[in-house]
């Protein structure tokens, strides 16, 4: 399936590609439109776009949405969740210690790769990592 997001890929939409990729379309095709572009390509699915089915919802980044829609149950993918939750939006005070953090490499990410295709492969190493470490944590 192609899949369709918004350019300048940012934490969520990092995390929602590694997300599709890994549990749930592994023949996945993304590709960019500019921010706002109007009407979304119809061979496509859109993700992280306002008002589509995959975007935030009830304060909940789309990674978030996915998990639900798709109805991935993984204690694992959860606790990522709430972290790209806190990486994604506008934070007073942080619960996921780890979301700064995500959020700086992640927009690192963006700033070294010469183009959004190889900001999601290089975003999912992160998300593949974050996902071993906390599976590491709680088998400790």
Known sequence: ???VTWENVGVD????????????????????????????????????IPGVRFS??????????????????DPILEQIAKIVDEADTIQDAFLEPVAPGLDFICDGIRLISVDDM??????????????????????V
């Not at 929602?16 to 500019?34: G, N, Q, T, V």
């Not at 935030?56 to 149950?73: A, D, Q, V, W, Y």
């Not at 492969?121 to 088998?139: H, M």
């Open 1 to 3: 399936m192609r899949w």
């Open 118 to 139: 190889t900001a999601l492969e290089r975003g999912s190493l992160v998300f593949e990592a974050l996902y071993a470490q906390l599976l590491a944590s709680e088998n």
């Open 13 to 48: 939409r990092m995390a929602c590609a590694w997300l599709i990729k890994r549990w749930i379309d592994s023949e996945a095709e993304f590709s960019f439109i500019p921010v706002a572009q109007k009407p979304l390509p119809e061979d496509a699915e859109p993700f992280d």
């Open 56 to 73: 935030h919802r009830r304060g909940h980044c789309s990674f978030h949405t996915m998990l639900r829609e798709f109805n991935i149950k």
